[in-house]
């Protein structure tokens, strides 16, 4: 047991490895009356292709399935986790992201025995392919709502521009017929390879006593022997696919996605490279920028504008993202404004308001449950522990932000993605 302290913020956790082989991180917090817990894999949507240390060469399966496992984990064969849940009080959810799937829970009473249902049900698989066969009906529904959906599809359809090979330009339930070829076997054979304890994580966070969280860990959490997972990394060339995108729906406005994609180095130097890039988007775009001023000030966007960047293991990206009557104009506009800066210089004061806007995001985080939670996870996955994060965004300087926008900005490694009204409805 060790505890992590930040001189920084005055704050604490504890690190631990359990007997089961759990990795396990808890920060007790006063003046909280309600408690938070996560229980992640490392097991997301862009995991098609791994192998571990039995396996002799890779593994491919059917994009889809770690959001279909999330869904199936719910279940065993007297009833489902929420059921348990509501004789508890406790709020409980679960997601799947490109790179991985958590299950969460938050409760102001009745912890013990809400935490004691997260660890069950997440440990204890069941399936039959009689319960897949239903389950592909449902989400295929899912998988099609989403299809319609002009904010899902306007993201994915950029991310398909920006990739040519790696599977985050994939949606994260997959396709129709990628589950379909999903069964039993292979849902227990991704389960016992993602799911082993010593590849997971929990968090938990609020109010909750230390002893009794670990009381009830070695209560239903059993050693189990380490798997070793290895991901493929796809030949993903530098370059995007297509510099522009575009499909028509039911929207009354133009929606836009503009993407800058940069070239990845290992998990932890993409985290890290992400605050450098959210510090790039505000001083590029975000509120307080020129740019912003003279487009909102032109009505070329409005004030669902925003922008946002994406890492993981191996990938890293920038997105902007909102209305405009003229994307096009957006998107010439911004790669304009973009070459400016790598030009002439990032001016002082834009550096000085977007740096203090990002730090003052990190440092915000750490007054919420559940952002202390996610930070957490986020940090026991990728390798940068979460008050480095802060301790990073504090140590940016100008001339780092100006080489990381040569690096990550380039405008011909960019591309626009729009969704168009549909005239006929």
């Not at 958590?102 to 392919?129: G, K, M, R």
């Not at 359809?157 to 994939?170: G, W």
């Not at 009794?212 to 997972?229: C, D, F, N, S």
């Not at 979460?386 to 900005?409: H, I, P, W």
Request: glycine share 6%.
């Amino acid at each position: 047991m060790e505890t992590i302290r930040s001189e920084r913020l005055g704050q604490q956790y504890i690190s631990l490895t359990h007997e089961s082989g759990l990795r396990i991180l808890l920060c007790p917090m006063e003046g909280f009356n309600n408690a938070y817990a996560m229980f992640g894999a490392p097991y997301g949507s862009v995991d098609v292709c791994f192998k571990t240390q039995q396996d002799a060469d890779f593994v491919s399966v059917p994009a889809g399935i770690a959001h279909f496992l999330e869904h199936k984990l719910f279940e065993n064969e007297d009833c489902d986790a929420f059921e348990r849940y509501a004789k508890t009080g406790a709020s409980a959810n679960a997601f799947t992201s490109f790179d991985r799937t958590c299950y969460l829970f938050e409760c102001a009473e009745n912890f013990s025995d809400s935490l004691e249902i997260l660890l069950d049900f997440v440990t204890h698989p069941y399936f039959t392919q009689q319960t897949v066969d239903k389950e592909q009906g449902i989400i295929g529904q899912e998988i099609r709502m989403y299809e319609d959906n002009p904010d899902w599809r306007v993201m994915f359809n950029l991310l398909r521009a920006l990739y040519h090979e790696n599977p985050v330009r994939i949606d994260i339930a997959g396709t129709v017929e990628s589950i379909a070829q999903i069964n039993a076997d292979l849902l227990y054979r991704c389960y016992n390879t993602f799911y082993n304890l010593s590849n997971m994580v929990l968090t938990i966070t609020g109010n909750f006593e230390v002893e009794e969280a670990l009381r009830v860990a070695g209560k239903v959490l059993e050693k189990t022997e380490p798997v070793h997972i290895e991901y493929r990394r796809s030949a993903e060339p530098q370059e995007v696919r297509e510099k522009f995108t575009e499909q028509t729906l039911a929207v009354s406005t133009p929606m836009f996605d503009i993407g800058f994609k940069a070239v990845p180095g290992d998990y932890a130097d993409n985290i890290r490279s992400s605050i450098l890039d959210e510090m790039l988007i505000e001083i590029i775009a975000g509120e307080a920028s020129p740019l912003y001023r003279r487009l909102y000030d032109r009505s070329l966007i409005n004030g669902v504008f925003s922008g946002e960047s994406m890492a993981s293991r191996d990938y890293i990206c920038s997105m902007f993202c909102g209305e405009s009557s003229d994307p096009k104009k957006v998107y010439e506009e911004l790669c304009a404004e973009v070459d400016r800066l790598a030009r002439e210089g990032i001016e002082e004061e834009l550096f000085r308001v977007a740096k203090s806007t990002i730090y003052g995001r990190y440092v915000g985080a750490f007054d919420s449950v559940e952002g202390v939670a996610g930070l957490m996870m986020n940090g026991a996955f990728c390798g940068v522990p979460m008050y480095e994060l802060v301790d990073t965004a504090a140590a940016v300087t100008k001339e780092g932000l100006e080489q990381r926008l040569r690096e990550g900005f380039s405008v011909e490694r960019s591309a626009l993605s729009v969704v168009w009204p549909d005239k006929k409805q």
